[in-house]
């Protein structure tokens, strides 16, 4: 049984650009969140997607968005990148009705220069 | 300030000792708390959850709540080097913990 997968595992862009990062959620499971975690730090919130929808939103600007397929599969877009978006972006997954043992995929290592 | 409050450490202590873990949060609404392990560069992986206040036992960890105190606590008994990694406390206000408040992470070395 594949857990969470995201791809790809580094990546590397320049400020301004935009990328899009993927996530394959654990079999199933329908709810997909994102994190943001900066070196040293714990992980932060961004969003939460069911049902093809946003349910949920961290403190993050609108320059972060995201989309859930029906497979449940998901992305993470980032627009206009900063130097400070460098992170590791985590996917967590769980079913809807028993939220409380998320599973966290690897991560995908993001580098703005 | 933050929300939820762990001390970063980072903590050394030698094999088979007693690990203590702590945090403290400020909102009241928590009502689930989690303990991540998160080895360098690796996601975490959920060790234990609890639900309210008391305490939950699973094999050589043991979770802590204090609801009244905003506080709680992991205690790893018998430490092993393989323990050593960066563990982070995580906090939900209702059954979607899809939505978590985590702590910066308290980073542990248990040398042999």
């Known amino acids: 049984d594949a857990g969470v997968t995201q791809s790809p595992t580094h990546l590397i862009k320049t400020r301004g650009q935009q990328v899009t990062l993927r996530c394959s959620p654990k079999?199933?499971?329908?709810?997909v969140s994102w994190y943001q975690q900066a070196l040293g730090q714990g992980p932060q919130f961004i969003f939460q997607?069911?049902?093809?929808?946003?349910?949920q939103r961290g403190n993050f600007p609108d320059r972060f968005s995201g989309h859930q397929f029906p497979n449940y599969s998901s992305e993470l877009n980032v627009n206009a990148l900063l130097l400070g978006d460098s992170a590791l972006y985590l996917c967590a997954s769980h079913p809807q009705d028993t939220g409380n043992t998320i599973y966290f995929g690897e991560g995908s290592w993001l580098t703005v220069v | 300030q933050k929300e939820v409050e762990q001390d970063p450490g980072p903590l050394s202590v030698p094999e088979g000792a007693i690990v203590s873990l702590n945090c403290t949060y400020s909102?009241?609404?928590?009502?689930?708390f989690m303990w991540y392990r998160q080895y360098s560069r690796k996601g975490p992986e959920l060790l234990m959850y609890t639900y309210s206040s008391g305490n939950k036992e699973d094999g050589r960890f043991t979770a802590q709540v204090d609801k009244s105190s905003k506080y709680i606590s992991l205690f790893i008994r018998d430490s092993q080097p393989s323990d050593s990694a960066t563990y982070l406390c995580?906090?939900?206000?209702?059954?979607?913990?899809?939505?978590?408040?985590f702590g910066d992470g308290t980073t542990l070395t248990v040398k042999p």
């Open positions: 909102n009241s609404a928590f009502q689930y």
């Open positions: 995580a906090m939900s206000g209702g059954t979607n913990a899809g939505k978590s408040t």
């Open positions: 079999s199933g499971h329908d709810t």
């Open positions: 997607y069911y049902e093809e929808e946003e349910r």
